[in-house]
């Protein structure tokens, strides 16, 4: 991978970070080299309910297909969690999707720290 393009997910991997801890979601980022070997998440929330695997990108044309089979992939590799794909093209915001069939694992996880807020 270009080293522009790197810097260009690495800089949407913060940035999503930030907007989660904004909202007073705790988020860490992984490893590069660990979600580059494919499956594993790039930002993970996590509390004693459970644990919420983000894959995030960063483009101007979006690559659905691509993306949802990664997403796919990560679900296994993060089989106890709930998996989110969060999107941005320049200039809009953060949009996000996940497995409907998560949802209710989904809230549990994010319920504590938005009831904190």
């Not at 270009?2 to 989660?20: C, H, I, T, V, Y």
Request: glycine share 6%; net charge positive.
């Amino acid at each position: 991978m270009p080293k522009a393009s790197r810097d260009k997910g690495n800089r949407r991997e913060r940035e999503a970070r930030q907007l989660l801890h904004d909202m007073g979601i705790n988020a860490r980022r992984t490893y590069s080299m660990q979600a580059a070997a494919g499956g594993s998440a790039d930002l993970i929330t996590e509390n004693v309910v459970g644990q919420i695997a983000w894959e995030i990108k960063g483009c101007e044309t979006l690559a659905l297909t691509s993306w949802l089979r990664q997403l796919d992939r990560q679900r296994e590799f993060h089989a106890s969690a709930s998996n989110i794909l969060a999107f941005k093209q320049s200039r809009r915001p953060f949009m996000y999707m996940g497995f409907l069939d998560q949802l209710p694992s989904t809230i549990k996880v994010l319920n504590p720290f938005i009831a904190d807020a």
